[in-house]
């Protein structure tokens, strides 16, 4: 056996992709991910490369200097939310599982054929009220409270909110606030640079008129079309991408002040026919705020770059075994089976067989012979009895 030390998240299980020797964890589709980036660039680039020189002129320089700093700022929550640990839970081991199914089997007790085992959950008590753990089938855990299993990335979120292909990654409890933030952003630079766009062409239009505004900034045409023309598809990409972002800011502000997730809020958690109510939410606004945007980091349980050992079968040295076909015997203490001896013993054996021989007081009659044994030691020793003279 050769063992060699390769990184954690080389065997994590699970669905995630992983770069820069694990420091990177993404899902496996990010395609929209790429989409993602080539609309903020694209919309910031042409926005610094034909309205920004005019209006640092025109207007104040510092117009571009903003923008560059909430452009940077979106892109660094953008990559903080897309490449980090969204709060993945470690599936169980296999003496783990074994232990956690024999706890649910002696609870459960024998299920008679052809029923329903009963649903496998714990209660656990928070802020004086019943919350139910489920068991994940895959995992073999019950999950935290808050927790649930993403079909994409096939892992246990801690608080899962929901699984964001804009972002290539899930939102869960180590990025939630990082991804409110890039929301955030986002719409503030969306509503910055739309505006900043109808400023710049109102400008240029009361020297050299409307029509001749749109030939000498192309790339304010695409911004302005929908509200004038209606007719150019790339703004209405833009158009229906700013009202998007901050209609999605405007849902997780109201989710982070009643501190709930995307998920609770779908399934109807904390709003159903029991009227449930939330044990998570302090019943105030800026508590609720603080707590998600303001509490601790949460390190990972994960922990992808640390050493573990890997065990390989050598095959290289198997011909060489079966090679050999010599068998080699060493010297044991005690016979392996019933009357089988060892070379020492045999040889011994017979020399005392010699001497009782040559002696006719103790000359053993025929039918008291030993009987044959299962080895070659016992078969040289019974030859040599036989040429012996009586």
């Keep these: 056996m050769i063992t060699r030390k390769v990184r954690k998240w080389e065997k994590l299980p699970g669905k995630n992709t992983f770069c820069c020797d694990g420091r990177v964890m993404m899902a496996r ?80 007790g024998n299920v008679p054929p052809g029923q329903r085992a009963p649903p496998r959950i714990r209660n656990v008590q928070i802020n004086s009220q019943i919350v139910k753990l489920k068991y994940c089938y895959t995992c073999k855990i019950f999950r ?11 892992n246990c979120v801690d608080r899962f909110d929901h699984h964001c292909p804009w972002v290539g990654n899930c939102v869960g409890k180590r990025n939630y606030r990082y991804f409110y933030m890039f929301t955030l952003s986002l ?70 002040s009643l501190n709930q997730t995307t998920n609770e809020d779908i399934k109807g958690s904390w709003s159903g026919k029991n009227r449930i109510q939330n044990p998570y939410s302090h019943k105030n606004i800026i508590k609720n705020c603080c707590e998600v945007l303001c509490g601790p980091t949460y390190p990972s349980v994960l922990d992808r770059r640390g050493l573990m050992q890997e065990d390989l079968v ?7 075994t079966n090679s050999d076909t ?43 012979k030993l009987p044959p044994l299962a080895s070659p030691e016992t078969d040289a020793e019974t030859s040599i009895a036989k040429d012996k003279p009586h």
């Design 314 to 320: 050598a095959l290289a040295a198997l011909p060489s």
């Design 29 to 108: 589709q990010k395609g929209v991910f790429y989409l993602t980036l080539f609309l903020i660039i694209g919309t910031c680039s042409l926005f610094f490369a034909f309205e920004c020189p005019y209006l640092a002129v025109h207007l104040s320089p510092a117009i571009p200097v903003f923008a560059a700093v909430l452009f940077l700022f979106v892109m660094a929550m953008l990559l903080r939310t897309s490449f980090s640990d969204p709060g993945v839970l470690p599936r169980a081991l296999p003496d783990e599982a074994t232990f956690i199914e024999m706890e649910i089997e002696a609870a459960n």
């Design 187 to 256: 719409s503030l630079l969306t509503i910055y640079i739309f505006t900043f766009n109808i400023v710049h062409v109102a400008m240029r239009s009361v020297v050299s008129g409307f029509l001749n505004t749109l030939k000498d900034t192309p790339g304010t045409y695409p911004f302005l079309c929908l509200i004038f023309l209606q007719k150019d598809t790339p703004l209405l990409v833009c158009f229906f991408t700013l009202w998007s972002v901050v209609g999605l800011t405007g849902f997780h502000t109201y989710l982070i």
């Design 326 to 368: 010599t068998p080699q015997t060493t010297k044991t203490t005690a016979p392996l089976i019933p009357n089988e001896h060892t070379p020492d013993e045999a040889k011994s054996i017979a020399d005392s067989a010699a001497e009782k021989s040559s002696s006719p007081k103790e000359e053993q009659p025929p039918s008291a």
């Design 144 to 154: 935290p409270p808050r927790a649930s299993h993403c079909s994409i990335c096939d």
